[in-house]
C-alpha cells in the first residue's frame, strides 16, 4: 500500500499546485480589471495553459491509480472528489481568462461606483475558493459548510451589479459597450463561487461518503457537533 500512498500524495501535491495557480489568476484578473492593466491581462491569459496541463496530469494519475490499485473507501473518495476539484479548478481558470479578456475592451477605467462593487464581490468569491480548497487540502467539512454559506453574498452582489450597470447603460447609450463588459465579468465571478461551493460540496462527499449536491444548506446538517462520523 505505500505505492498507493505515494501516488496519492502526488495528486494532493499537484492538485495544491493547480488550486494556487487558479488563486493567482483570479487576483491578477480582477486587478487587471480595476487598473486596466493589459499586460496583466495577457499574463493571466497565458496562465490558463499551465492550469490544462496540470488538469490533464491529474486526470491521468487519478485514472492510473483506479485500475492499477483498487482504492477502497475513503482513498476512493478522495481520488474521485480530486477528478471533480481538478473540472471546477480549470473552469475557474476559464473564467479569470474571460475576465481577463475584458480588460481589452474597455473604453475607459472602471467607474469608482463600480470599481467598490467588483471589489468586493471577487474579494468574497476569492476567499469563497480559498476556504473550499483549504477545506479540501485539512479534510475540513464545518469550513466547507461555512464557505457555502457565503453564496448567498455573491449572488446579492451580482443582481446588485448587474441592475446598477444595466441602469448606467440606459442613462448613458455611449457607455453601453463597457456596461456590457462589467455584466460578463460579474457573471464570470459568480461561475467562479459556485465553483467553490462544488469543491465544498465534495469535501462534505470526501469525508463522510455522502453528497449534499442539490441539496438546500438549510437541509444540510453541521457535521461537528451532532455525533456524525465518516461511513468509515
Known amino acids: 500500500m505505500k ?28 486587478k487587471a480589471l480595476l487598473n486596466t492593466d493589459r499586460d496583466l491581462a495577457k499574463n493571466v491569459i ?11 496530469e491529474i486526470e491521468d494519475m487519478c485514472f492510473k491509480i483506479l485500475a492499477m490499485y483498487n482504492p477502497r473507501a475513503f482513498d476512493l473518495r478522495f481520488v474521485i ?28 477605467p472602471v467607474q469608482k461606483n463600480f470599481q467598490d462593487d467588483i471589489n468586493s464581490m471577487a474579494n468574497a468569491a476569492y476567499d469563497m475558493v480559498e476556504n473550499s480548497l483549504k477545506s479540501f487540502f485539512n479534510n475540513d467539512v464545518k469550513l466547507a459548510l461555512q464557505t457555502i454559506k457565503r453564496d448567498d453574498y455573491i449572488d446579492k452582489m451580482n443582481k446588485k451589479i448587474i441592475t446598477k450597470a444595466a441602469n448606467h447603460i440606459s442613462a448613458n447609450p455611449q457607455m453601453a459597450k463597457d456596461g456590457v463588459s462589467l455584466i460578463y465579468v460579474v457573471r464570470n465571478i459568480e461561475r467562479i463561487a459556485d465553483h467553490a461551493t462544488n469543491i465544498c460540496e465534495f469535501v462534505y462527499f470526501k469525508e463522510t461518503g455522502k453528497s449534499i449536491k442539490h441539496t438546500y444548506f438549510d437541509n444540510v446538517k453541521e457535521i461537528l457537533g451532532n455525533g456524525e462520523n465518516s461511513s468509515d
Request: charged letters at 30%.
Open 3 to 30: 505505492m498507493l500512498e505515494e501516488k496519492l500524495e502526488k495528486v494532493r501535491y499537484s492538485l495544491a499546485q493547480m488550486a494556487g495557480v487558479s488563486q493567482i489568476m483570479l487576483k491578477d484578473s480582477i
Open 81 to 108: 472528489s480530486a477528478l471533480r476539484v481538478t473540472v471546477d479548478l480549470e473552469r475557474i481558470g476559464d473564467s479569470c481568462v474571460n475576465i481577463a479578456k475584458q480588460v481589452k475592451h474597455l473604453s475607459y
Open 46 to 56: 497565458a496562465k490558463d495553459g499551465e492550469v490544462d496541463k496540470l488538469d490533464n
